[in-house]
């Protein structure tokens, strides 16, 4: 798998709980996306951490089906997105995973992660960028 290396993993349980504690999510009718901000200042590359619970959903067919639509769906989008860590949690009861709801629940995935995408483009034009010479800002001598 060269487009979802180790690199682009969390791994440790200090990084999934430094996403969590940012506390800030995306919800979904199923998911709910957590991010914070990356582990190490000199990370470039998005990272995802999947919590995928018995609680949710009963047998392990049905949560590695899911586990492998999020990671793909990652690996698409992953040049799209910011250098965040990310948590994709599964919060509600599903049954028994059909095609129509595996496809339901990677449609949901796909919106969640361009919720995200969309909404650090808009903070990042938001932001005021600070002058620097040579781009028509006048210095401040005189």
Do not use: W
Request: aromatic share 8%; net charge positive.
């Amino acid at each position: 798998m060269p487009d979802y290396p180790r690199s682009c993993r969390l791994l440790k349980a200090e990084a999934f709980s430094a996403v969590f504690s940012f506390r800030r999510s995306v919800r979904g009718a199923h998911f709910s996306l957590h991010y914070g901000a990356p582990e190490k200042k000199e990370s470039v590359a998005p990272r995802l951490g999947l919590v995928i619970g018995k609680k949710f959903m009963r047998r392990a067919v049905g949560r590695n089906a899911v586990k492998r639509m999020a990671r793909e769906c990652f690996r698409r989008l992953r040049p799209l997105l910011p250098p965040r860590d990310f948590v994709l949690r599964l919060t509600a009861r599903t049954s028994k995973p059909d095609r129509a709801l595996k496809q339901a629940l990677a449609a949901e995935i796909d919106a969640l992660f361009q919720k995200i995408s969309v909404l650090f483009c808009e903070e990042n034009r938001l932001r005021p960028q600070s002058p620097q010479p040579g781009n028509g800002a006048k210095s401040g001598l005189l």
